[in-house]
């Protein structure tokens, strides 16, 4: 197959991979696929197997000034692809993106998937603050949402909990459930990680890694530190990325430094991703505190799987997908009085976890997403 792949952020600068690298990397090794890139990350160039298309005319950091700015000339770059590469099936996951190439693969009669990885209204809104800021970005990319859902010829999702909310506004969709790069998350010897973080083996520590963007209430977490430190006077915290589009850690980094807690909050910054499972190794127990039920209620967090993958202990809010697993590694709390508890629970009755992630391998996934891509293209013939 010639697939075109609208992915969700820049592919090739973004520190942080996304499902659609992990997928599309698969599926390029049995596939030509190509993907536009949307300059907004300023990180090392990413080394990929897809055809690399620049879609890039006003550069800017700012996701809606740059999406917006640049929408026509992603439109011309989006229908060029299709034309000259004859696209058999595009793959959008974008928002603004996402209906340029979809207008473009209908005047070809091309197929179109939306892969829809978050409910993007709240992940567009969260970045902004100003509450009536928020709410027109949410209205607006709510609207561009149910577009491109309606446009769409097939639609996945992460989770059932994605599916049974997308079902109520009318959409049908198949679960690709988020996986693990099971060939370098794994366990590994803790002592690797803490020589690196200037960690002592009898400390206690409380791990999080990913993005530090407000879906994740880490303020909260580093509030419950005097209670667990009192309980525990080795426990220390340790929050491996950085801030991509907002201040959100330098307002940690203050609020731990007005709490007197500098020297029990570890900020790594960015790390690069296959160095991830080293900084996992140092962790006592992991973390995914996801800031409200809009987000949690919702989600099946890569980070879920690549703690799993490492055999730790994860501490959750009530995200149902991840609670349906049933894996004996999960915790879930509501509220920083149960996030103390929990974390006291774990401190008290150490375990070996053993979670089976090898069905949620991206090999897996990337199989799924294959069927069901192949399947688009037969039917379109």
Same mark, same amino acid.
């Given at each position: 197959?010639?697939?075109?792949?609208?992915?969700?952020? #820049?592919? &090739?600068?973004?520190?942080? !991979?996304?499902?659609?690298?992990? /997928?599309? %990397?698969?599926?390029? *090794?049995?596939?030509? =696929?190509?993907?536009?890139?949307?300059?907004?990350?300023?990180?090392?160039?990413?080394?990929?197997?897809?055809?690399?298309?620049?879609?890039?005319?006003?550069?800017?950091?700012?996701?809606?000034?740059?999406?917006?700015?640049?929408?026509?000339?992603?439109?011309?770059?989006?229908?060029?692809?299709?034309?000259?590469?004859?696209?058999?099936?595009?793959?959008?996951?974008?928002?603004?993106?996402?209906?340029?190439?979809?207008?473009?693969?209908?005047?070809?009669?091309?197929?179109?998937?939306?892969?829809?990885?978050?409910?993007?209204?709240?992940?567009?809104?969260?970045?902004?603050?100003?509450?009536?800021?928020?709410?027109?970005?949410?209205?607006?990319?709510?609207?561009?949402?149910?577009?491109?859902?309606?446009?769409? #010829?097939? &639609?996945?999702?992460?989770? !059932?909990?994605?599916?049974?909310? /997308?079902? %109520?506004?009318?959409? *049908?969709?198949?679960? =690709?459930?988020?996986?693990?790069?099971?060939?370098?998350?794994?366990?590994?010897?803790?002592?690797?990680?803490?020589?690196?973080?200037?960690?002592?083996?009898?400390?206690?520590?409380?791990?999080?890694?990913?993005?530090?963007?407000?879906?994740?209430?880490?303020?909260?977490?580093?509030?419950?530190?005097?209670?667990?430190?009192?309980?525990?006077?080795?426990?220390?915290?340790?929050?491996?990325?950085?801030?991509?589009?907002?201040?959100?850690?330098?307002?940690?980094?203050?609020?731990?430094?007005?709490?007197?807690?500098?020297?029990?909050?570890?900020?790594?910054?960015?790390?690069?991703?296959?160095?991830?499972?080293?900084?996992?190794?140092?962790?006592?127990?992991?973390?995914?505190?996801?800031?409200?039920?809009?987000?949690?209620? &919702?989600?099946?967090?890569?980070?879920?799987?690549?703690?799993?993958?490492?055999?730790?202990?994860?501490?959750?809010?009530?995200?149902?997908?991840?609670?349906?697993?049933?894996?004996?590694?999960?915790?879930?709390?509501?509220?920083?009085?149960?996030?103390?508890?929990?974390?006291?629970?774990?401190?008290?009755?150490?375990?070996?976890?053993?979670?089976?992630?090898?069905?949620?391998?991206?090999?897996?996934?990337?199989?799924?997403?294959?069927?069901?891509?192949?399947?688009?293209?037969?039917?379109?013939?």
């Amino acid at each position: 197959m010639k697939i075109l792949l609208v992915s969700t952020q #820049d592919y &090739i600068h973004h520190p942080v !991979p996304s499902r659609h690298h992990y /997928i599309f %990397e698969y599926l390029a *090794e049995k596939h030509e =696929i190509h993907v536009p890139h949307f300059h907004v990350s300023e990180g090392d160039e990413r080394k990929t197997n897809l055809i690399v298309h620049e879609a890039t005319k006003f550069f800017t950091k700012n996701p809606v000034f740059h999406y917006t700015l640049n929408a026509p000339h992603h439109f011309k770059v989006m229908k060029r692809i299709i034309e000259e590469e004859k696209i058999d099936v595009v793959v959008a996951g974008n928002v603004l993106a996402g209906t340029a190439v979809i207008r473009a693969a209908k005047k070809h009669n091309v197929p179109i998937l939306f892969d829809l990885k978050d409910w993007f209204p709240d992940s567009a809104a969260i970045y902004y603050k100003n509450r009536i800021l928020s709410s027109l970005i949410y209205n607006v990319v709510l609207y561009i949402t149910g577009y491109n859902l309606k446009k769409s #010829d097939k &639609i996945t999702t992460v989770s !059932p909990a994605l599916q049974d909310m /997308i079902s %109520e506004l009318g959409y *049908e969709s198949t679960v =690709i459930p988020n996986g693990v790069a099971t060939d370098y998350f794994k366990p590994m010897d803790k002592k690797i990680g803490r020589d690196i973080c200037g960690i002592s083996d009898d400390d206690f520590v409380i791990g999080f890694l990913g993005s530090i963007e407000r879906r994740f209430e880490l303020d909260e977490v580093i509030k419950t530190l005097p209670k667990l430190i009192g309980y525990n006077p080795k426990t220390r915290l340790l929050i491996v990325g950085g801030s991509l589009f907002t201040d959100y850690l330098d307002e940690l980094k203050k609020l731990a430094e007005d709490l007197m807690l500098s020297d029990r909050v570890i900020f790594t910054g960015l790390v690069e991703h296959k160095e991830l499972p080293k900084y996992i190794s140092v962790m006592d127990v992991c973390t995914i505190p996801l800031s409200s039920p809009e987000w949690y209620g &919702i989600s099946m967090s890569n980070k879920f799987f690549e703690y799993s993958a490492c055999n730790k202990p994860v501490l959750i809010k009530p995200s149902p997908g991840i609670i349906e697993i049933g894996w004996d590694n999960t915790f879930v709390y509501e509220n920083n009085e149960e996030f103390v508890e929990k974390i006291k629970y774990i401190m008290d009755n150490p375990k070996e976890y053993t979670p089976d992630v090898e069905p949620y391998s991206w090999k897996r996934r990337s199989e799924d997403m294959e069927a069901i891509l192949f399947d688009l293209v037969n039917n379109k013939k």
